[in-house]
C-alpha cells in the first residue's frame, strides 16, 4: 500500500515544551526515522510519502526554513546508512531546483545509492504543493501535445500511484495541498498527537483500524 503522512505539530509541541520551534523539527526528524524503519518492516507498505516541506513553507522566517534546509541535508547525510541497512530507496516529490546545490547533491546522491533498494520506497515531498504538481503535469502534456486526459495527466505527476491510507497529526482535519490528485479515494486518519510524539506502535493501531475499512471505490 502506499501511505501518505502530513507530519504536522512540531512547533506546538516545541512551544508546550518551552523550547523553541527547531527543537520540534529536530525530534521530528528522529520519528521520521522511527516510522521509515518501521514501515520497512511492514510488508503491507511499498510507499511513505512524508510532507517534509510544502510550497507555502518559504513563508516562514528565514531562520527556520534555514534551519529546516541544513536539518534535513544533516539527516540525509548521517541516516544514509538507515536506508542502506533497511533497504529503503529514497525519492523525492516536489520541484527542488530552487534548494541550494550543496542540498541539492545531497539528495541525488541519496537517490543514486539507494535506487536498487528493495523493501520500501520512502518519498520525501519538498517544495510540494499538490496544485504545483498538477499543474505541472498539464504544462508537460501541452508541451509534448499530448491529450489531455485523467490518465496522461496521472502519469506526469510527481508521483501516479494512488494513496491507499492518509494520516495527519496535530489534530488539524484538513489537506494543506498534499498529493490532492492521489487521495482521490484515500482513507484518511486524523490524531491529535503532535509529530514528535507520533510512534510505531501508534501507526501499528490506525493501519489495523485501515484493514478493517471496507474500500469501495464508487462501486457498492
Ligand atoms: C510541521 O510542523 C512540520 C514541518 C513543516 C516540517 C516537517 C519536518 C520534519 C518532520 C523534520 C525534518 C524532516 C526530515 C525528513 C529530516 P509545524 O512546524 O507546522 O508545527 P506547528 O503546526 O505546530 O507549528
Sequence with gaps: MHLAIIMDGNGR????RGLKRIEGHKK???VVKEITTYCADNPDIEILTLYAFSTENWKRPKMEVEFLMKLLDNWLKKELDTYIKNDVKFETI??????SDKLKKRISHTKEVTKNNKKLTQILALNYGARDEITRAVKKLIETKEEITEENIQKNLDISRDVDLLIR???EIRLS???LWQIAYAEMFFTKSFWPDFTSKE???IINDFKKRERRFGGI
Design 13 to 16: 509541541w516545541a512551544k508546550k
Design 203 to 205: 501507526l501499528e493501531a
Design 169 to 171: 497529526t496535530s489534530g
Design 28 to 30: 521530528g526528524a528522529e
Design 177 to 179: 495541498n498534499f498529493l
Design 94 to 99: 516536489g520541484d527542488i531546483s530552487k534548494f
